[in-house]
């Protein structure tokens, strides 16, 4: 069983900076496909960032392009979301999923995350 667990949420000041790392226990992490997901109460969940375990697809999304890095550690089975120049609408839940044994043609926005965490909030002030 695949268990998810985040940490680095908070609460900054606009133009901040925050660092969330999702850890991973269960899995091999050398063939799965991770991402970071948010959500604010009555709007659609986002996906910000994916990155396959494996090195060859990455996405991020529009609204955090050149703000936001995803990244993933296989030897301590992590993937951070470093966020910089942080804004009010950034606010949200910010949750992890896994999906595994996936190849990396098929890591997307469109991959089925079978995994979730159980999310950590990030507060933005103006």
């Known amino acids: 069983q695949v268990q998810l667990v985040e940490s680095g949420g908070g609460s900054v000041q606009a133009g901040g900076s925050l660092r969330l790392s999702c850890a991973a226990s269960g899995s091999s992490y050398t063939n799965d496909c991770v991402g970071w997901f948010r959500q604010v109460p009555g709007k659609e969940r986002e996906g910000v960032g994916i990155?396959?375990?494996?090195?060859?697809?990455?996405y991020s999304a529009d609204s955090v392009k050149g703000r936001f890095t995803i990244s993933s550690d296989n030897a301590k089975n992590t993937a951070d979301l470093q966020m910089n120049s942080l804004k009010p609408e950034d606010t949200a839940m910010y949750y992890c999923a896994a999906a595994v044994n996936v190849n990396w043609w098929s890591c997307g926005l469109g991959t089925d995350f079978a995994y979730w965490g159980q999310g950590t909030q990030v507060t933005v002030s103006s």
């Open positions: 990155i396959h375990t494996g090195g060859m697809f990455r």
